[in-house]
């Protein structure tokens, strides 16, 4: 499995923005796919995730601003990010669970939040 994150960039505080991450290879076996962020100098955190039966769970500081999602068509998972704020700002990572014992990351994409 391949992933290709895509769509950051820089925006105002209280701006917007839709995260793309798009899966190839053996995309039938994707059970799970999640973001995930780290800032400078902290750690990597768990943002978003949603399962091939479209559960889905979230950071609490995300929780109410961002929502995850997915189309099987495009092999595509979205996360759209509203009422960013400053400390939104990190490289955001997608990954994937595979057969339940694999874990495939994509490159990161760069969200900047301006105050």
């Known amino acids: 499995v391949q992933l290709q994150a895509s769509g950051g960039g820089l925006v105002q505080a209280g701006g917007s923005l839709r995260l793309s991450c798009a899966a190839s290879g053996s995309t039938g076996s994707i059970n799970a796919v999640g973001w995930h962020r780290q800032a400078p100098g902290k750690e990597r955190e768990s943002v978003a995730a949603i399962t091939s039966g479209n559960m889905t769970k979230y950071a609490d500081s995300v929780k109410g601003r961002f929502t995850i999602s997915r189309d099987n068509a495009k092999n595509t998972v979205y996360l759209q990010m509203n009422s960013l704020k400053p400390e939104d700002t990190a490289v955001y990572y997608c990954?994937?669970?595979?057969?339940?014992?694999?874990?495939?990351w994509g490159q990161g994409t760069l969200v900047t939040v301006s105050s």
């Open positions: 990954n994937a669970v595979v057969t339940f014992t694999r874990l495939y």
